[in-house]
């Protein structure tokens, strides 16, 4: 019957939202109902992010009460000139947590500079030595420094299991360079903005489904056509998720399978 068909084909659905930050104050408080509309929409799982040490503590005691809940463990960019000796050796302890998969967010945020490039740079070295160290992959966060975080990570060439440049809103040209490097992209709702960004929808377009991750980045950045509603939330992804798929001429089921199964491989989750 077709509506039995379609309605397995509904539930077939297992989206990963690979970038949430579910610990944040516009989301936490209101988590169950978060977890069962992303569930209702076909994302099934998250990989919630922590952008310094307070947020570290709050995703480790998230953690467990949650199925297919899993969690990158970083400082942000912004909060770099915040981290000290101490703070890294937490980081690094709290890293080899049940559930945590990967170090990040980390990188270098050059449009805000709210740590100043060279306590950026010297932060984000050090994340990247904890990951290389733990074998975990890293989250990458870069605006507006994409050259310095591609020497970077150079820096590092062959001492990282996995690398994802997260929120990606460059160029098709910068796309090429990441993926000649081996590493993965993951996209936002920056991407349903087709009147402003052709450029990323260009960098979409190449980027093969085995590089490919998808993520809400919510609280922020609420896809097209909820572009409004605030907060931005895991279920939100499908919206990105069915631009991405039409963009490789694919059925949503099919793309959805696809990306799942990078995103499993890139976080090794079983
Ligand atoms: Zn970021
Ligand atoms: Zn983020």
């Given at each position: 019957m077709s509506c039995s068909k379609s309605l397995s084909e509904a539930k077939a659905l297992e989206l990963i939202d690979t970038h949430c930050h579910l610990t944040f104050a516009e989301l936490?408080?209101?988590?169950?109902?978060?977890?069962?509309?992303?569930?209702?929409?076909?994302?099934?799982?998250?990989?919630?992010?922590?952008?310094?040490?307070?947020?570290?503590?709050?995703?480790?005691?998230?953690?467990?009460?949650?199925?297919?809940?899993?969690a990158a463990l970083g400082i942000h960019p912004h909060?770099?000139?915040?981290?000290?000796?101490?703070?890294?050796?937490?980081?690094?302890?709290?890293?080899?947590?049940?559930?945590?998969?990967?170090?990040?967010?980390?990188?270098?945020?050059?449009?805000?500079?709210?740590?100043?490039?060279?306590?950026?740079?010297?932060?984000?070295?050090?994340?990247?030595?904890?990951?290389?160290?733990?074998?975990?992959p890293v989250v990458v966060h870069s605006r507006n420094a994409f050259d310095d975080t591609m020497k970077i990570l150079d820096e590092f060439a062959g001492k990282l299991k996995n690398v994802v440049i997260h929120c990606y809103s460059g160029t098709a040209a910068q796309a090429k360079l990441?993926?000649?490097?081996?590493?993965?992209?993951?996209?936002?709702?920056?991407?349903?903005?087709?009147?402003?960004?052709?450029?990323?929808?260009?960098?979409?377009?190449?980027?093969p489904l085995d590089k490919m991750m998808v993520e809400t980045d919510c609280p922020y950045i609420s896809p097209e056509p909820v572009r409004n509603k605030r907060p931005c939330e895991p279920a939100f992804m499908i919206h990105t998720a069915k631009i991405l798929a039409k963009l490789k001429g694919m059925d949503l089921e099919d793309f959805a399978r696809e990306i799942t199964a990078t995103s499993r491989i890139f976080f090794n989750l079983a």
């Amino acid at each position: 019957m077709s509506c039995s068909k379609s309605l397995s084909e509904a539930k077939a659905l297992e989206l990963i939202d690979t970038h949430c930050h579910l610990t944040f104050a516009e989301l936490q408080p209101h988590i169950e109902a978060v977890l069962a509309r992303s569930r209702e929409a076909g994302v099934t799982a998250w990989i919630t992010v922590a952008t310094d040490r307070p947020q570290i503590e709050k995703v480790i005691a998230l953690l467990p009460k949650y199925d297919n809940m899993y969690a990158a463990l970083g400082i942000h960019p912004h909060y770099a000139k915040d981290a000290s000796p101490e703070d890294l050796s937490f980081l690094k302890k709290a890293a080899q947590a049940d559930k945590v998969v990967a170090i990040g967010e980390t990188g270098l945020d050059f449009h805000y500079t709210f740590s100043e490039a060279e306590i950026q740079k010297k932060v984000f070295k050090a994340q990247l030595a904890i990951a290389a160290e733990l074998a975990l992959p890293v989250v990458v966060h870069s605006r507006n420094a994409f050259d310095d975080t591609m020497k970077i990570l150079d820096e590092f060439a062959g001492k990282l299991k996995n690398v994802v440049i997260h929120c990606y809103s460059g160029t098709a040209a910068q796309a090429k360079l990441i993926l000649q490097k081996g590493y993965y992209i993951s996209f936002t709702g920056i991407v349903t903005f087709t009147k402003k960004v052709n450029e990323t929808i260009e960098a979409a377009k190449l980027v093969p489904l085995d590089k490919m991750m998808v993520e809400t980045d919510c609280p922020y950045i609420s896809p097209e056509p909820v572009r409004n509603k605030r907060p931005c939330e895991p279920a939100f992804m499908i919206h990105t998720a069915k631009i991405l798929a039409k963009l490789k001429g694919m059925d949503l089921e099919d793309f959805a399978r696809e990306i799942t199964a990078t995103s499993r491989i890139f976080f090794n989750l079983a």
